[in-house]
């Protein structure tokens, strides 16, 4: 069960926060604050942190207390938000498809060097 709480709010606090970042980006258009996007931005970010907390109540039980393993699992489930959600990925070159899952394994690779292993 608990696999399964950390799961769905790591995939929920990547998704928020890449929503986040999406709507941040258009915070600025056409020389004027856009309102509206900063608000969506903000509660993005607000269910993002929500979501964290929550994934570190389980991690925590696991005994995963570095700062960075927590960090580098919030970092992956958010990057891979990004590049999904903007819908970008899927536009990019094999290359840089596969240098940005080369960039995953290396964070998998640091996650479990660094003693937070899950």
């Known amino acids: ?18 929503l986040g970042f999406v709507h941040a980006s258009r915070v600025w258009q056409a020389g004027s604050f856009q309102w509206r996007e900063a608000l969506y931005s903000a509660g993005c970010f607000q269910f993002g942190v929500a979501m964290y907390w929550v994934s570190l109540r389980t991690l925590g039980a696991w ?16 990057i891979i938000g990004v590049a999904i959600l903007s819908g970008q ?6 290359l840089e498809q ?21």
């Open 1 to 18: 069960m608990d696999l399964l709480i950390l799961l769905a709010a790591t995939l929920a606090c990547g998704a928020a926060d890449a």
């Open 98 to 118: 596969t240098v940005a899952l080369c960039v995953l394994v290396g964070i998998a690779w640091l996650l479990t060097r660094t003693g937070g292993t899950i």
């Open 89 to 94: 990925f899927f536009r990019w070159a094999a």
């Open 63 to 78: 005994g995963v207390a570095a700062i960075e393993a927590q960090t580098l699992v919030w970092f992956a489930a958010t």
